[in-house]
Antibody
């Protein structure tokens, strides 16, 4: 069955960095676009970034452009989000998600990982 | 960016009720509209994609509709497991955007 298992996250000081990982199994990872989406405490869902197949294309939300970098390793069936220059407003649960029928039909999600940016 | 406005932000209903959630888009697009259900502490679950298409395993009491730039999610015969937060999302263009959510609570 399709699984997305996330790791990384935790607490970091403002200006710090973190790297999130998302290990995929149960499907041909290299065939799918992948995205990162976050949810601030008690708030709604905010798409952050996508990466296409073969890493040919990436795109970012304005809120994280220039600070976050999405990448993938198809040999290892893994998705990553490198987060630099973190701010308190980046505090959220971060999800990886598979783009199903279209790039942005998020049909499978990771379990989520909490990132807390606080001094 | 396409803004997605959901209403109501919350509603109270009883088991067996029929409820409808509306999502209005700030601009017209085709049928690239999805609905998700989220329960506390869990990731969202895709219920319906392309406005009307129920995902595998989703009960038939869930249905989607559309009229112009207004989209609806209807739950008929509300069940205890349906109490959750529901989000609409447009998948038409980058960035994909979500509505602010509708919390369905037990009356």
């Amino acid at each position: 069955q399709v699984q997305l298992v996330q790791s990384g996250g935790g607490q970091v000081k403002p200006g710090g960095s973190l790297r999130l990982s998302c290990a995929a199994s149960g499907f041909i990872f290299s065939d799918y676009y992948m995205s990162w989406i976050r949810q601030a405490p008690g708030k709604g869902l905010e798409w952050l970034s996508f990466i296409s197949t073969s890493s040919a294309h990436t795109n970012y939300a304005d809120a994280v452009k220039g600070r976050f970098t999405i990448s993938r390793d198809d040999a290892d069936n893994s998705l990553y989000l490198q987060m630099d220059s973190l701010r308190p407003e980046d505090t959220a649960v971060y999800y990886c998600a598979r783009g199903g029928g279209s790039w942005f039909d998020f049909d499978y999600w990771g379990q989520g990982t909490l990132v807390t940016v606080s001094s | 960016d396409i803004q997605m406005t959901q209403s109501p932000s919350s509603l109270s209903a009883s088991v067996g009720d029929r409820v409808t959630i509306t999502c209005r888009a700030s601009q017209s697009f085709f049928s690239h509209l999805n609905w998700y259900q989220q329960k506390p502490g869990k990731p969202p679950k895709l219920l319906i994609d392309a406005v009307y298409s129920l995902k595998s395993g989703v009960p038939s009491r869930f249905s989607g509709g559309m009229s112009g730039t207004d989209f609806t999610l209807t739950i008929s015969n509300l069940q205890p497991e349906d109490f959750a937060v529901y989000y609409c999302q447009q998948s038409y263009m980058t960035p994909p955007t979500f509505g602010q959510g509708t919390k369905v609570e037990i009356k």
